[in-house]
């Protein structure tokens, strides 16, 4: 399997979407006991958490064409490997590599450069290190101009 299926796309774009926290193999496996051996309980059995996760489930088989019918014809090992490409933890990392430059845009005024500077690809002296981060970070109740 490989970047190239389809999986690896549907599932980043889920894990951004739909559910960015999701254990895929959970999800997938208690999904599959729903659809299986524990369809025919009625829905008020289980808990409100279970329920949710469910309704999550439904939605990834609603996104990604086909993939009841992989899962359903599958084995454990292919559950498995299923999780691994639809996994959101990619997505994530996604998002996150490109916010540091659109955090560096969002924070500088218009028309005017951060004091001292900071690298659009290096998060050294951010946060509470550099002068403008720290103040957007300081708890609402302090000054951050008042040193004490």
Known sequence: RSAMDPLVHYGHHF???VHALCNFQALLMNGILRMGELAGIPEENFTAEERREHRVFQELLKSVAGLEERLMQSGEDEVD???ELA????ARGDDTKSLKGSV????TPKGQNLVPPLARN?????GFH??????LLCPAGLDWSNSE
């Not at 290096?122 to 951010?126: E, Q, T």
């Not at 550099?130 to 103040?135: C, K, L, M, Q, V």
């Open 104 to 107: 560096l845009d969002w924070i």
């Open 81 to 83: 490997i299923v999780a």
């Open 130 to 135: 550099h002068e403008r981060t720290g103040a």
């Open 122 to 126: 290096v998060k050294v002296n951010r």
């Open 15 to 17: 894990g951004r979407t």
């Open 87 to 90: 996994s959101a933890s990619g």
